[in-house]
Antibody
């Protein structure tokens, strides 16, 4: 079964750091980019960042609102992607999803964010 | 920036719903639609503006290009009650619309 599962969320203090994990199974993780999307309480979806396949350099893109505080990385040997959040603020309180993004096979193919994890909640307390 | 309208739409079972998404600049056909039910992760419905994702009912159809897009849901069923989001992937950063809540 093709699956993504996030972990690492919880209660964290304002100003501290937190690292979330996204574990993939059932597909060739190394061939895919991963996006991270968050959803604040009662709010809509906010895309926060993306990491390419290592075959395309494993480079990253970020939303302007999080650039400089969020760092996305990946470890293909563990089928994991990571989202590190530094200098946590109240505005980071949200449910964080990872989603399967572009396929980097013979050619780059994007067919939507087609696989999502159930999300991991982050609550920032001041 | 992606703008969806209306914010809320109430439709009777069996009818058809049309949800709108407008982009502040052209995204060509690089647009997706997602459905999100309470307590669940989003589910991909449509990519490339009009291509249904795997396993998605033919009752869901997408149209449009450039800056104006529509998601049409025909023969509405109670299970279609959800929030629907559009998302552009033509340029960085990706962006989502604010969502349309559909009540059946």
């Amino acid at each position: 079964e093709v699956q993504l599962v996030e972990s690492g969320g919880g209660l964290a203090q304002s100003g501290r750091s937190l690292r979330l994990s996204c574990t993939a199974s059932g597909f060739s993780f190394y061939d895919y980019a991963i996006s991270w999307v968050r959803q604040g309480p009662g709010k809509g979806l906010e895309w926060v960042g993306f990491i390419r396949s290592n075959s395309y350099g494993g480079t990253t893109e970020y939303a302007a609102s999080v650039k400089g505080r969020f760092i996305i990385s990946r470890d293909d040997s563990r089928n994991k992607a990571y989202l590190q959040i530094d200098s946590l603020t109240d505005e980071d309180t949200a449910l964080y999803y990872c989603a399967r993004d572009r396929y980097y096979g013979d050619r780059v193919v994007f067919r939507g964010l087609d696989v999502w994890g159930p999300g991991t909640p982050v609550t920032v307390s001041s | 920036e992606m703008t969806q309208s209306p914010a809320t739409l109430s439709v009777s079972p069996g009818e058809r719903a049309s949800l709108s998404c407008r982009a502040s600049q052209s995204v060509t056909n690089k647009l997706c639609w997602y459905q999100q039910k309470p307590g669940q992760a989003p589910r991909l419905l449509i990519y490339d503006a009009s291509t249904r994702a795997t396993g998605i009912s033919v009752r869901f159809s997408g149209s449009g290009s450039g800056t104006e897009f529509t998601l049409t849901i025909s023969s509405l069923q109670s299970e279609d009650s959800a929030v629907y989001y559009c998302q552009q992937y033509a340029y960085w950063p990706y962006s989502f619309g604010q969502g349309t809540k559909l009540d059946i």
